[in-house]
């Protein structure tokens, strides 16, 4: 017995799609794991993507709230591989903190046999590698095993958070084309968040209900994408998640007994809380810390001095005499002290570091916090 000729199989791949977008929306969930359509496996080219290397055949998550707050996101995902290059989707790496653990991992990949049949490997633990990163941060890394043109790939994990005030972000579009991708979450009423939407594929499934789940009462949402186009990077794209289709859900508010307590607060608070941190807005007013290092620079200036040249002057002593450690970021990991008795700082100190000497030399200067171009918007 031989395998079904590519065509036929492609035929089939494309009856087994239609029938998994249009029965999505009776269904509780649109994929089971462990139960997947023996015409999806086997399949090397995907017609409406003639440069795909994969087909992201599903894409399901959900986030559920217990009475206390805690969060249980849990994700499915199913991955056609159609050659080589596709490889990569078959290598996974997930992020995660103390605060929101990652468990129930599980895998499959599903091949055909020398006979046509579909056999499925499933994920050894003893394949899934776990990595201490800076701070209370782990990532855990796992390999699907099997990996051939043809094979579909999928996996599933929950994440456990004690806190809500992990902002959830779905992302409906990648690299490679997607033909569903669904999201839902159930907030419950002592929660607000705020919801923003960014991209520009219209939703197949866009519904709010309200649910009461053992005496917890709130709101449902659920958002769907079907046949996603893949979203490569271009030529002078700064930022390319700036154009991913993607729900941003932030905590906004928490209602407990009666009393409402606001989270997500205003511009002019989140200015406020950086001025008075210590290790951001104090240092720049730490004048005895920099004293001797503007005396050095005025000393080379005449008592005629413009407010411009002072400026000049202290950007040029500090661009030439700090070394910057090619790290980006808000938060700086050194003091204004440490900065110039080390002469090395991130952008965030070294920037501090000359806002505190420009106040010193008496000119009038107050720090502005924007986005890097690689950061997007």
């Known amino acids: 017995m031989h395998p ?80 080589e290059a596709g490889y990569e989707h078959g290598t996974v790496e997930l992020i995660h903190s103390n605060e929101r653990r990652i468990t129930n991992l599980k895998g499959h990949t599903y091949v055909l046999n020398e006979d046509g049949k579909v056999v499925r490997h499933k994920l050894d633990k003893k394949a899934i590698f776990k990595d201490e990163l800076d701070g209370d941060f782990e990532r855990v890394r796992f390999t699907m095993p099997a990996l051939a043109p043809g094979a579909v790939i999928e996996y599933t994990y929950k994440e456990k958070s004690e806190y809500p005030f992990f902002t959830h972000t779905w992302r409906f579009q990648r690299g490679e084309p997607t033909l569903w991708s669904e999201f839902r979450i159930q907030i419950p009423n002592f929660l607000e968040y705020g919801t923003l939407y960014r991209g520009r594929e219209n939703f197949a499934i866009r519904d709010e209900n309200r649910f009461n789940r053992g005496g917890i009462r709130g709101t449902s949402f659920r958002w769907a994408i079907e046949d996603v186009p893949a979203l490569r990077e271009e030529p002078y794209m700064t930022t390319p998640l700036d154009y991913v289709a993607q729900i941003r859900l932030q905590l906004a508010a ?11 607060g205003s511009w002019r608070s989140v200015a406020e809380a950086l001025i008075d941190n210590p290790y951001i807005g104090d240092q720049i007013d730490k004048k005895k810390d920099v004293q001797s290092a503007v005396d050095e620079v005025l000393a080379g200036l005449p008592d005629t001095a413009t407010p411009l040249q002072k400026m000049v002057a202290m950007y040029d002593w500090v661009r030439s005499s700090i070394t910057w450690s090619e790290t980006y970021g808000r938060d700086p990991d050194k003091s204004v002290r440490e900065v110039l008795e080390q002469r090395t700082g991130n952008a965030a100190s070294i920037n501090l570091t000359l806002l505190a000497m420009l106040r010193t030399a008496g000119l009038d200067v107050d720090p502005m916090l924007i986005s890097t171009r690689s950061n997007g918007q």
């Open 254 to 264: 928490v209602n407990f007994r009666g009393v409402r307590e606001d989270v997500l």
């Open 4 to 83: 079904p000729k590519p065509a036929a199989r492609a035929a089939a791949l494309v009856l087994a799609l239609l029938v998994l977008s249009t029965s999505a929306t009776a269904q509780k969930d649109p994929m089971k794991f462990g139960k997947i359509e023996n015409a999806m496996v086997g399949v090397t080219a995907f017609q409406a993507d003639s440069n795909a290397s994969a087909v992201v055949l599903g894409d399901f998550g959900s986030v559920e709230y217990s009475s206390s707050g805690e969060s249980l996101f849990e994700r499915h995902t199913r991955i056609l591989i159609l050659n």
